[in-house]
């Protein structure tokens, strides 16, 4: 059976204290559109951040 979710620990950089913190992300980027984002939260500012799944890269919402 595939319906197993897989995850791959990552290490981001939180934008907001520089910090490194330690998160999750599902291992399924195949499946998942290039530009796909997962949000993820920071144990360093208690805030939720988003992360590219296909480069690990924080991604800051773009603001107006
Ligand atoms: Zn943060």
């Known amino acids: 059976m595939s319906d197993i979710r897989a995850w791959r620990p990552i290490i981001f ?8 913190v330690q998160g999750l992300l599902p291992a399924v980027a195949s499946e998942l ?3 796909e984002l997962h949000s993820i939260s920071c ?3 208690d805030g939720v951040h988003f992360i ?5 890269a924080v991604v800051s919402p773009k603001g107006s």
């Open 52 to 56: 590219n799944l296909q480069t690990g």
């Open 13 to 20: 950089s939180c934008p907001n204290t520089g910090d490194r």
């Open 43 to 45: 144990a360093a500012c």
């Open 33 to 35: 559109p290039a530009d």
